[in-house]
């Protein structure tokens, strides 16, 4: 049972990333990127020390948000999740598979762009679980998103207000930068996270964090996966487009 | 192998009952097919069945179990081709093939051996965003049996494509009937359902009102027309007579003995002809 499950997501995982790749989505990563690597060159080590680890962090919240809702739309306008959901792939496979692909890119262009802009010591473990459960984070509110929305447009215009909820607290951090209680901010936890790979916080903070976003993604992926079920699969979808909605 | 009774359905958002009281079974090896025009149910029939819509009430049995209680594995049994072709247009025939394929336990089937089976051989590196309607019809259609399913689903399967290729699709659905398949198809081409099916379903508004061969159909239901041309008075005129009331017509008479026949064609009463007399409405 669990080794065809796993192997049915390694099978879907090799599907998204040939997806995003034929889609493009591997050049404008590339190229975005390289605009960061460009910018944070040019700035001063010591700007640099707080830029490079929020650059890192917005790749797999902010980046990842984006590429999640083109890629579950191009599927959807494209009609393939409708031959998805007649296979034997589970709902929560194909909601793993989609966080994964992401998340791997979005390690990938971190580490890069760290080992490119950050010559002084990285706690790559941290670094690595950052931006992981941020991804992790993201990308299902994304999926949440895209299941609501029938268009690109569509999504993009739901993302804001989600966007603004999500991000907002982070605001809080200027005038509070210790505060713990912000933790509870899943923006500020994940925030913290990728920070802390660069700027050591003490042990008890990073596990808490850690441990918090674990029990978060763990709930919201329950939750996604039913959301997933219930609009997706169980959407009254005809063909491409829900003709009751055209 | 599947079992349906007194099947009613109404979608969520809409008032109307779109499904009221279906009873139907098909066997085992047999191509049964539903006819009916565009809105009928046809689809929501089928994705009822398929698993995709919930809600239903009645009961719904198939492959020995009740639909609800049936779980992904379901869908290692049964092969679904939509009436839209839904495939990854940025990639290739085969690649698309192989993806869907590697979903599934079974994965024996050959890829080169399916395309080939629907011409598709030569284009299996093409994207697929190049492909006609035709083509993407065609690859939809085997997508569906990649994991050799013992049961399918196919959802107006020649609509919209052009002789050449609607006989491609129609040969194929034969071969697999011949393998032993079971084989559940929509269609509102009347022709189809005549060269395909095994038995039909009428249906229209949500109702099944008869379920039958296409052939008992014609025959019960369906009144074989004589049409005779002959010349009068040195003009040239026809006349239309029902074959059962030929020996008992005078006027057929008379014009058998007194003028020149030019010809005599009997004309077999159409699926569709059938279809307007039981549900008072045409199949377009
Ligand atoms: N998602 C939906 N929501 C509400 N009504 C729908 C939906 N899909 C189809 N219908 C309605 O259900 C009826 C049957 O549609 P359908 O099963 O698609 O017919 P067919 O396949 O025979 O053309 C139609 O009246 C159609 O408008
Ligand atoms: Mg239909």
Redesign the interface.
């Known amino acids: 049972m669990i080794k ?1 499950s796993m192997k ?1 997501i390694k ?2 995982l ?2 998204d990333l ?2 995003e790749r ?2 493009g989505f591997f050049i404008i990563y590339l190229i975005i990127s390289f605009l960061y690597l460009l910018v944070l060159t040019q700035i001063p080590e010591n700007v640099r020390h707080i830029a490079v680890p929020l650059v890192i962090f917005s790749d797999p919240s902010v980046l990842g948000l984006f590429f999640i809702g083109g890629m579950l739309l191009l599927e959807k306008e ?13 709902s929560i496979e194909y909601v793993i598979s989609k966080v994964a692909s992401l998340s791997i890119i979005a390690v990938l262009a971190g580490l890069l762009i760290s080992r490119l802009t950050y010559s002084e010591s990285v706690n790559y473990i941290y670094l690595l679980m950052g931006i992981l459960l941020t991804s992790f984070f993201f990308t299902q509110i994304g999926i949440l998103i895209a299941c609501r929305s029938r268009t690109i447009n569509e999504f993009f215009l739901r993302m804001v207000p989600w966007m603004l909820a999500l991000m907002a607290p982070a605001f809080l951090l200027i005038p509070f930068w210790d505060a713990a209680v912000l933790n509870l901010f899943p923006i500020v936890a994940c925030l913290r996270l990728v920070y802390g790979a660069y700027h050591f916080n003490s042990i008890g903070m990073i596990a808490f964090q850690m441990i918090y976003m674990a029990l978060l993604n763990g709930g919201l992926l329950i939750y996604t996966t039913k959301q997933f079920e219930e609009r997706i ?2 959407g ?1 979808q ?3 487009i829900d003709p ?1 909605q055209k | 192998m599947i079992l349906v009774e007194k099947l009613d359905f109404t979608y969520h958002n809409g008032q109307k009952e779109v499904l009221s009281g279906l009873d139907f079974h098909i066997e085992k090896g047999e191509v049964f097919g539903f006819l009916g025009p565009s809105g009928a149910g046809k689809t929501t029939t089928q994705r009822i069945i398929i698993g995709l819509l919930r809600g239903y009430s009645g009961k719904v049995k198939i492959l020995g179990k009740e639909r609800r209680e049936w779980k992904k594995d379901f869908y290692e049994r049964i092969g679904v081709a939509f009436d839209f072709p839904n495939l990854y247009t940025k990639l290739s025939a085969s690649e698309n093939l192989k993806l869907i394929g590697s979903y599934y336990r079974n994965q024996e089937q050959n890829i080169e051996e399916l395309l080939d089976h629907v011409g598709l051989l030569k284009d299996k590196d093409k994207k697929v965003e190049g492909f006609s309607k035709g083509m993407k019809m065609r690859l939809n259609f085997v997508r569906s049996i990649l994991h050799n399913p013992d049961l399918i689903f196919l959802d107006e399967p020649t609509t919209g494509l052009d002789p050449v290729n609607a006989k491609i699709i129609k040969d194929k659905i034969l071969e697999l009937k011949g393998e032993g398949k079971t084989i559940f198809l929509t269609t509102h081409n009347m022709t189809v359902a005549e060269q395909l099916c095994d038995r039909v379903g009428f249906i229209n508004d949500g109702v099944l009102s008869v379920i039958d061969s296409p052939k008992n159909l014609m025959v019960t239901y369906g009144n074989p027309m004589v049409k005779v041309s002959y010349i009068e008075a040195g003009k040239e005129e026809t006349m239309t007579l029902s074959l059962t009331e030929m020996s008992g017509n005078l006027e057929f008479h008379r014009i058998v003995d007194t003028c020149d026949i030019l010809t005599i064609h009997s004309q077999e009463a159409t699926l569709e002809d059938v279809f307007i007399q039981l549900t008072g409405r045409s199949l377009l």
């Open positions: 065809e049915r099978n879907a090799i599907a040939k997806f034929k889609q494209q009609g393939i999740l409708q031959s998805i959901v007649v296979t034997p792939l589970k699969v169980y009254g005809h063909g491409q009751s």
